[in-house]
């Protein structure tokens, strides 16, 4: 981010509602600023109507907008507003990275799937002949069953509130990936009996976000493992109930802000192609939520 904002500051922004505690203006500023970026990340609110989501997408072309993140409520809506989409946002059904291209099309991404998965490969994780079983079938779910689909997982069972989601979500993405075994857990005993022989659990539910925060989608009863991972896409806070059952029986651990954060990279990357300081970033997530850097 430059120090002045002229007429030839690139511009890109949030698209979502509401978006007041968003903390990607701060990322994303803070990025372009250390790289010598004379780019802008600007809070975009959008109202919740599709009205609205249509003509702030066109705004971005009027106004010279070099693109967009797309938040809650808008992703799924963003899907119909762009000319082109990206296989990922296809098939995970959301759109959340908007890019005006040199034609002045838009074309859409989905980072979150990059994002969930970079994680998983910084940290050595393997996918080859695992099992992973996904908590949740929203919209982080289908970018979860999604990556780890094409990474090469070899069975996915998912487990949701509402059995028809989880359906649904495995309907959409297999013919993405026809090979992997699907199953969809109907109760929290076969959520159980399937632990035993899992390797990855991914809580992509809200459930443990603040205020609620002792609250876990796992009954304390899950079979956890020494060596086995746990991935929970909350971010506040950063230890949910979740991960801490999972590391007290020897689990490894990886919390949303790393999703959070490697997701906005991606953006960041498709934007401008070149890549951010991942450092720079994190620091600026650690200190928004006031964590402790260790
Ligand atoms: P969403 O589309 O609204 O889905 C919410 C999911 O949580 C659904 O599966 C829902 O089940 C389940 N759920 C909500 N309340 C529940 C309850 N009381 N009991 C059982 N299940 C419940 O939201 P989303 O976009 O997928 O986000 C899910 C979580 O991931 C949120 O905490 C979000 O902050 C987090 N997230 C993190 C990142 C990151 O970068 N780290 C990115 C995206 C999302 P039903 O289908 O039955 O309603």
Redesign the pocket.
């Known amino acids: 981010m430059a120090d002045f904002i002229t007429s030839g500051t690139r511009k890109v922004g949030l698209i979502g509602w509401p978006i007041d505690h968003s903390v990607s203006p701060r990322m994303h500023n803070a990025a372009f600023r250390h790289a010598g970026l004379d780019w802008v990340y600007l809070p975009l609110p959008v109202r919740d109507d599709a009205c609205s989501l249509r003509e702030a997408v066109d705004g971005l072309r009027a106004l010279g907008f070099a693109g967009a993140n797309v938040t ?1 409520p808008h992703k799924q809506n963003a899907l119909s507003c762009v000319a082109s989409v990206s296989d990922t946002a296809r098939a995970v059904g959301a759109v959340n990275t908007l890019s005006v291209m040199p034609d002045d099309s838009l074309a859409g991404d989905n980072t ?1 799937v990059d ?2 998965m970079a994680a998983l490969w910084a940290r050595d994780w393997s996918p080859y002949g695992g099992q992973a079983l996904i908590l ?8 979860v069953v999604f990556g780890l689909a094409q990474a090469g997982c070899r069975a996915m069972a998912i487990y ?3 059995a028809a ?1 989880a359906r649904q979500l495995a309907a959409d993405i297999s013919p993405f990936a026809p090979d992997i075994e699907y199953t969809v857990l109907e109760d929290l005993s076969q959520v159980l009996a399937w632990g035993a022989q899992v390797n990855l659990v991914v809580n ?4 443990g ?1 603040h205020p609620a925060v002792q609250v876990s ?1 796992l009954p304390e009863g899950f079979p956890w493992r020494a060596g086995m991972w746990a991935y929970d ?3 506040n806070p950063l230890e949910t109930r979740f991960l801490a059952m999972a590391r007290a029986r020897g689990a490894i651990c990886i919390d ?2 790393e ?2 954060l490697r ?1 906005g990279a991606k953006s960041y990357e498709i934007w401008t192609r070149s890549t951010p300081d991942l450092a720079v970033m994190r620091r600026e997530l650690y200190l928004h939520f006031n964590i402790q850097h260790s």
């Open positions: 809650i979150d994002g969930f949740g079938a929203g919209g982080a779910a289908r970018a949701n509130r509402t989601k992509a539910t809200s459930l976000m989608p896409l909350v971010y949303g802000l999703m959070l997701q």
